[in-house]
């Protein structure tokens, strides 16, 4: 497929994220009202205007009304597929609604993005073999995988809660950092991850194949899981994580429709281990999207890339993780967010992690400001890319940005 060319001049160039390839979907706040919407270029297309003005008749006089993508992901995958032709037919240089369509567009620097859709729950999974081989060797001396790792996508249930949309700034965690210690994380990290945007639902009971869990699946959005390792360390035994992981997950602001990266599926890897038959594909689960992570100190004239790896190194692909989740008949729904866990490559350079980047606070992170980290410090911004790269277009999914504030202490409560 080559660049598809849009009466958006800016929408035609190699470099937007946003072409007429890919029209992600986000919510945006412009003068006072809340709107869908759709990138394209540097602009974007009301959508909840598009639908008030009589352009999507075949869509439920509701679908957009609350300005959240939720009753549109629960309408399914059929309706998804002619919703994004139409959309892609009135933004194409032969569009025969030009004139309508121009007048529903806003320019993206003028708007405020919210969270584009309401999260039902939250789910975080550990998928990467090279991110878990990595901790192994930090945390116990060897790449020793836990027992069960090449059979199931291990996961655990986190808060829809406290995830975020790109831009949100995050005070650094309290908790207990050890026995008798209280305090601010002194070990505050990132996890670079892909998180999967669930649109359709099963009943309570119902299990879920890799075929239909990949037919629930909407799109995708970059996931910064904030992590405080400190806490976690202390915390996880024996349950696994908790409020070291609970206090933030930046999310960006467009979905990449699942649709617009069917061109980029790349098979699992190989396997020493075989899958059980229900968590066997009919075709490639993973994504050829490339990945990078920056991090800009408060006062630096410019960022340092800490990271660049591709979603292509998980072990298990997001339609087998939604598969495990339901398999023993727990319900999904409109509105869940499955993370896909940290994304690391082989070489250090595509570590997604500070603990792994800095292997534990024994090896310094340089940056090109000239100065050094262990983990993330009060005022760094981290900012998370990613796109998948066709010939001469890509299909980006915006920025994924946060930066972190001092804790909210209250003197004593540390002994």
Same mark, same amino acid.
Not at 299 to 325: E, F, I, P
Not at 353 to 380: C, Q, T, V
């Given at each position: 497929?080559?660049?598809?060319?849009?009466?958006?001049?800016?929408?035609?160039?190699?470099?937007?994220?946003?072409?007429?390839?890919?029209?992600?979907?986000?919510?945006?706040?412009?003068?006072?009202?809340r709107?869908?919407?759709?990138?394209?270029?540097?602009?974007?297309?009301?959508?909840?205007?598009?639908?008030?003005?009589?352009?999507?008749?075949?869509?439920?006089?509701?679908?957009?009304?609350?300005?959240?993508?939720?009753?549109?992901?629960?309408l /399914?995958?059929?309706?998804w597929?002619?919703?994004?032709?139409?959309?892609?037919?009135?933004?194409?240089?032969?569009?025969?609604?030009?004139?309508?369509?121009?007048?529903?567009?806003?320019?993206?620097?003028?708007?405020?993005?919210?969270?584009?859709?309401?999260?039902?729950?939250?789910?975080?999974?550990?998928?990467?073999?090279?991110?878990?081989?990595?901790?192994?060797?930090?945390?116990?001396g060897?790449?020793?995988?836990?027992?069960?790792?090449?059979?199931?996508?291990?996961?655990?249930?986190?808060r829809?809660?406290?995830?975020?949309?790109?831009?949100?700034?995050?005070?650094?965690?309290?908790?207990?950092?050890?026995?008798?210690?209280?305090?601010?994380?002194?070990k505050?990290d990132?996890?670079?991850?892909?998180?999967?945007?669930?649109?359709?639902?099963?009943?309570?009971?119902?299990?879920?194949?890799?075929?239909?869990?990949?037919?629930?699946?909407?799109?995708?959005?970059?996931?910064?899981?904030?992590?405080?390792?400190?806490?976690?360390?202390?915390e996880?035994?024996?349950? /696994?994580?908790?409020?070291?992981?609970?206090?933030?997950?930046?999310?960006?602001?467009?979905?990449?429709?699942?649709?617009?990266l069917?061109?980029?599926?790349?098979?699992?890897?190989?396997?020493?281990?075989?899958?059980?038959?229900?968590?066997?594909?009919?075709?490639?689960?993973?994504y050829?999207?490339?990945?990078?992570?920056?991090?800009?100190?408060?006062?630096?004239?410019?960022?340092?890339?800490?990271?660049?790896?591709?979603?292509?190194r998980?072990?298990?692909?997001?339609?087998?993780?939604?598969?495990?989740?339901?398999?023993?008949?727990?319900?999904?729904?409109?509105?869940?967010?499955?993370?896909?866990?940290?994304?690391?490559g082989?070489?250090?350079?595509?570590?997604?992690?500070?603990?792994?980047?800095?292997?534990?606070?024994k090896?310094?992170?340089?940056?090109?400001?000239?100065?050094?980290?262990?983990?993330?410090?009060?005022?760094?911004?981290?900012?998370?890319?990613?796109?998948?790269?066709?010939? /001469?277009?890509?299909?980006?999914?915006?920025?994924?940005?946060?930066?972190?504030?001092?804790?909210?202490?209250?003197?004593?409560?540390?002994?």
């Amino acid at each position: 497929m080559a660049l598809l060319k849009s009466i958006v001049a800016s929408a035609n160039t190699a470099k937007t994220d946003f072409p007429l390839n890919n029209l992600p979907y986000g919510v945006f706040v412009h003068r006072g009202q809340r709107y869908c919407g759709v990138a394209i270029g540097d602009m974007i297309l009301n959508i909840t205007a598009m639908k008030r003005a009589g352009l999507l008749e075949f869509l439920p006089a509701d679908t957009f009304a609350d300005g959240r993508w939720n009753r549109f992901m629960a309408l /399914g995958s059929g309706l998804w597929s002619v919703f994004r032709k139409q959309i892609s037919a009135a933004l194409a240089q032969q569009s025969e609604v030009r004139k309508k369509i121009m007048a529903l567009l806003v320019k993206q620097r003028s708007v405020q993005m919210c969270l584009p859709f309401d999260i039902a729950e939250y789910t975080d999974f550990y998928a990467s073999r090279q991110h878990a081989e990595n901790m192994g060797r930090i945390l116990r001396g060897a790449a020793d995988l836990p027992a069960n790792w090449l059979d199931i996508p291990i996961g655990y249930n986190g808060r829809a809660s406290s995830v975020v949309v790109s831009g949100t700034d995050i005070h650094r965690p309290l908790g207990q950092l050890g026995a008798g210690q209280f305090g601010p994380s002194a070990k505050l990290d990132f996890e670079l991850e892909i998180g999967t945007v669930v649109g359709g639902s099963s009943k309570l009971g119902q299990p879920v194949s890799t075929a239909e869990a990949d037919a629930m699946i909407f799109g995708f959005v970059l996931l910064n899981d904030w992590s405080a390792r400190d806490i976690q360390a202390w915390e996880a035994q024996p349950l /696994g994580p908790f409020l070291g992981k609970a206090f933030a997950t930046g999310i960006s602001p467009w979905i990449v429709p699942k649709e617009a990266l069917e061109a980029f599926r790349r098979p699992a890897p190989l396997r020493k281990t075989a899958l059980l038959p229900y968590l066997e594909e009919t075709k490639p689960g993973l994504y050829d999207i490339e990945l990078e992570v920056r991090l800009q100190p408060a006062g630096a004239d410019k960022a340092t890339r800490l990271s660049k790896t591709n979603a292509d190194r998980l072990y298990y692909s997001a339609a087998q993780q939604l598969c495990h989740h339901a398999i023993g008949g727990c319900p999904m729904r409109t509105g869940d967010l499955l993370g896909s866990g940290t994304i690391s490559g082989a070489r250090p350079s595509e570590y997604g992690s500070m603990i792994e980047l800095g292997w534990n606070g024994k090896k310094p992170i340089k940056l090109e400001s000239g100065e050094a980290r262990y983990f993330i410090e009060d005022g760094d911004r981290l900012t998370l890319r990613g796109h998948a790269q066709g010939q /001469g277009f890509r299909i980006g999914f915006g920025e994924c940005t946060g930066a972190i504030l001092p804790a909210i202490n209250t003197p004593g409560w540390a002994k």
